[in-house]
């Protein structure tokens, strides 16, 4: 049997078009492709914590905890606010670049006395920018969130502000700057998250990473 030539041009869109109408009918007969992958809670627990990361801060064994208690001893004294060097606790995690993360701390609010109500953190971030690109919250200058406390002693989550988020300018290692605003102030856990968390706060006294 002879083919002509031109009857195999002729037939050549054909078969193609069969093969791109399988395709559409059977997905499956594509390669998938990877998702991309979602940006993941940052859990910090106490137990993580160098000694290196911890100045005028102390740890004690505490059960229940993720690793223990790190606190400021209660003199009763205030503590003043950045870019105050006060005591302080440094944590470093991994962001991703862009994403809009909540800050929350299993906060131990401690007992009052004298002035202090033992109820407040200071947090500050390198590497955060607000939403015009400019450096934010940086470590060491007069710009923090302040992560206030009930006034009722005992453990309880504390959110940042969920209309102000905080975005990374770039992904990677970043620093998380602790400062004591009341001495006799302790926590346990440090959450950075861009999804489960973003509206409510975690229900369980540890979180697992």
Wanted: include cysteine; aromatic fraction near 6%; hydrophobic fraction near 45%.
């Amino acid at each position: 049997m002879r083919i002509r030539w031109n009857t195999v041009r002729e037939a050549a869109p054909l078969g193609a078009g069969l093969l791109a109408l399988v395709l559409t009918l059977h997905p499956a007969c594509v390669a998938a492709q990877p998702a991309a992958a979602k940006p993941a809670d940052v859990v910090v627990h106490a137990s993580d914590l160098p000694s290196s990361a911890l100045s005028e801060f102390r740890v004690a064994k505490e059960a229940g905890t993720a690793g223990g208690l790190v606190f400021t001893p209660q003199g009763g004294d205030e503590l003043d606010p950045p870019p105050e060097n006060d005591p302080h606790v440094t944590i470093k995690a991994n962001v991703q670049a862009g994403v809009p993360y909540r800050l929350w701390i299993h906060m131990k609010v401690g007992a009052p006395k004298g002035k202090s109500k033992a109820n407040l953190l200071f947090a500050q971030f390198t590497g955060a920018v607000d939403a015009a690109g400019k450096e934010t919250l940086s470590p060491r200058t007069g710009s923090y969130l302040s992560m206030h406390g009930p006034a009722k002693p005992g453990w309880v989550w504390v959110g940042s502000d969920a209309a102000k988020l905080i975005t990374f300018k770039s992904g990677g290692e970043i620093t998380i700057r602790l400062q004591g605003g009341a001495e006799g102030v302790g926590f346990d856990q440090v959450i950075l998250s861009p999804a489960r968390f973003l509206e409510k706060a975690p229900t369980d006294a540890v979180v697992a990473k």
